[in-house]
């Protein structure tokens, strides 16, 4: 491997692309489908010159588009950034979706659904807690604003998990302190309606809860 990690997607018919994390930034080759084998000119994605990327994940939706968020410090702070690249038209331009000014963005998890929409969910520091942020792209429209997705400041937010429903609704789960134990929460985004407001799942208050698994 090159540099700090790599990434590849497939959205099941063949190699879509590949991102590098490296000490220049992030870059990425395409190689459509209908070019199986041929790899294009590389290109960087990111464009934050201020710091390094520090980690980067993607996911491809079915007809091709891919989705890649990074994680890049800007020389203050560690930000959350995407871009998209469609088959059809390259690039687009690279955005900056977390909004928390007081600390840094932890590499996100994401998940596309059959319309090509993409949730991306991560951990945020406000200067004391980490908490759980997510933030929506629909197709065709653009990224929504990131919200907040944990409702108690008790304690840290860790190993958060997501997946699709099989109504297509994204399910997110994680762990998170209340100051004596890690206890397991979840909530929801349900389409046409938003995310539901978090909810304290398990029953157990003897001791933490070590992990999050969903199986879809």
């Given at each position: 491997p090159i540099g700090r990690g790599q990434i590849v997607c497939s959205n099941g018919l063949s190699l879509a692309a590949v991102a590098v994390v490296?000490?220049?930034?992030?870059q990425s080759k395409t190689n459509p489908?209908?070019?199986?084998?041929?790899?294009?000119a590389a290109e960087v994605v990111d464009v934050e010159d201020n710091?390094?990327?520090v980690a980067v994940t993607a996911v491809v939706d079915a007809i091709g588009n891919y989705t890649a968020v990074w994680t890049q410090d800007d020389g203050t702070r560690i930000n959350q950034w995407?871009?998209?690249f469609r088959r059809a038209n390259g690039w687009t331009d690279a955005e900056l979706i977390d909004d928390e000014n007081l600390g840094d963005a932890e590499v996100a998890r994401l998940v596309v659904d059959s319309a090509g929409d993409v949730t991306a969910v991560?951990?945020?520091s406000d200067g004391t807690t980490q908490n759980?942020?997510?933030?929506?792209?629909t197709f065709g429209i653009g990224w929504d604003a990131a919200e907040e997705?944990?409702?108690?400041?008790?304690?840290?937010?860790?190993?958060?998990?997501?997946?699709?429903?099989?109504?297509?609704?994204?399910?997110?789960?994680?762990r998170q302190s209340d100051g004596v134990r890690f206890d397991l929460w979840s909530a929801r985004y349900r389409l046409g309606i938003g995310w539901t407001t978090a909810e304290h799942i398990d029953s157990e208050?003897?001791?933490d809860v070590d992990s999050t698994q969903l199986v879809g």
């Open positions: 490296g000490v220049a930034g992030c489908p209908a070019e199986v084998g041929v790899w294009g710091g390094d990327v995407a871009r998209r991560w951990r945020q759980l942020w997510a933030c929506r792209y997705i944990d409702t108690t400041d008790d304690g840290d937010v860790e190993a958060p998990n997501l997946l699709l429903d099989g109504n297509e609704n994204v399910v997110v789960v994680w208050d003897l001791g």
